[in-house]
């Protein structure tokens, strides 16, 4: 497998733009979880997924990010409008069906800079 | 307040030394840990997860302790090697089904030859 697929791997934009970043989970994985790193906060889950629905965005700001999952191998994290505090690394990760004490699975990060 | 700090930002030792890193946290309750490693422009990859009721765990030269009591993880690298250093990551796993996870900041480790 090739693992989570996450693109872009780098993304510069300007303040008030529109970001869409896309995540393919591993097949077979029903869970999907999309995190944001820094060096200040560490990694933060944003929002998780089970079986495309979400299950936990209490971490996301929903004013300006969405996050959606149409089939069980895409999803998409959508920041609009972008701030300069939204500078930091985003990683997707997915797990396999919940049968105790799973291990998640990251992508490489798309490493976003809002000028 | 909830917390979770792992000891040191950085941890520089020599090759063939032990290294040992170390998770603490307050105010949680966690249905086990897992230590990560991440290297520079990467994801986290999964290295050992340890259950409440396990005191140690091992794997290759890698070791985990979880110590509830003191609401502590060691995690050591024995005979250390330059290729180990990278970043290692501790996470809380509030549930057992994996989902809420709590990550540390990470200990950065370098091991020099």
């Known amino acids: 497998d090739a693992g989570v697929i996450q693109s872009p791997r780098h993304e510069v934009t300007e303040m008030g733009q529109e970001v869409t970043l896309r995540c393919k989970p591993i097949s077979g994985h029903d869970y999907l979880f999309w995190y944001r790193q820094t060096m200040m906060q560490g990694l933060e889950l944003l929002v998780y997924f089970n079986n495309k629905a979400v299950m936990d965005d209490s971490g996301m700001p929903k004013d300006r990010f969405s996050a959606k999952m149409p089939n069980a191998s895409f999803s998409t994290l959508k920041i609009q409008p972008s701030e300069p505090r939204d500078s930091a690394v985003y990683f997707c990760?997915?797990?396999?069906?919940?049968?105790?004490?799973?291990?998640?699975?990251f992508g490489p990060g798309t490493r976003l800079l809002v000028l | 307040s909830q917390k979770i700090e792992q000891n040191s930002e950085a941890l520089n030792i020599q090759e063939g030394k032990t290294a040992t890193l170390t998770c603490n946290y307050t105010?949680?309750?966690?249905?086990?840990l897992q230590w990560y490693r991440q290297d520079p422009g990467r994801g986290p990859v999964f290295l050992l997860l340890?259950?409440?009721?396990?005191k140690e765990k091992r794997k290759e030269r890698l070791k985990v302790t979880f110590d509830t009591t003191l609401k502590q993880s060691l995690f050591h690298i024995t005979a250390s090697q330059p290729a180990d250093s990278a970043t290692y990551l501790c996470?809380?796993?509030?549930?057992?089904?994996?989902?809420?996870?709590?990550f540390g900041k990470g200990t950065t480790l370098s091991v020099s030859s």
């Open positions: 105010n949680y309750s966690p249905a086990y």
């Open positions: 990760a997915s797990s396999p069906p919940a049968g105790g004490m799973e291990t998640q699975y």
């Open positions: 340890i259950r409440e009721n396990e």
């Open positions: 996470a809380l796993v509030l549930n057992q089904a994996g989902t809420a996870l709590i």
